[in-house]
C-alpha cells in the first residue's frame, strides 16, 4: 500500500484569540461566538465561604458583635461587614459564582461595592 500524496511533517494550527490583562492575572479573550469554559473564581468563592461561615458565627451567637469577631479572626471591622454583604446576594447569582458560570465583569472588587438589596435588580446589574 502507497500513499499518492506525502504527509508534512509540520503541522501548524491557528486559533483566534487574544491575551489580556485582569486583575493582574493574563486571560485569553475568544473571538465572538467562542464560548469559554466554566471556571471557578477561588476569590470569589473564599469570600463566599468566609461570608456565610461568619454569618452563621453571628447568627449561632458564638460573637456578639461583628468587632468581637473580627478582632478574633485579626482583620478590619469594616472589611468583614463589606464581605458578609455577600451574604445577601441573589441564590442566583451566588449559584452561578460557585459553578464558574459569572460573567468575567463580576469580580470580588465589584461585588464588595454597595449593590442593590433586591434580587431581580441584583441580576440585572451584576449580571
Known sequence: MT??????????????????????????????GGTHPARTDSTLVKALARAFRWKRM??????????????REGIAPSYMTRVL??????PDIVEAIL?????????????????PQHWQTQEAVIG
Do not use: N
Not at 454583604?85 to 441573589?90: N, S
Open 85 to 90: 454583604r455577600l451574604t445577601l446576594l441573589a
Open 58 to 71: 453571628l447568627d449561632s451567637g458564638e460573637f456578639a458583635t461583628i468587632a468581637e469577631l473580627a478582632e
Open 99 to 115: 459553578d464558574g458560570r459569572q460573567g468575567p465583569e463580576v469580580t470580588l472588587a465589584q461585588l464588595l461595592r454597595p449593590f
Open 3 to 32: 500513499r499518492a500524496t506525502e504527509v508534512p511533517e509540520t503541522v501548524t494550527v491557528h486559533v483566534p484569540l487574544r491575551i489580556v490583562k485582569r486583575g493582574g492575572r493574563k486571560e485569553m479573550q475568544l473571538p465572538e
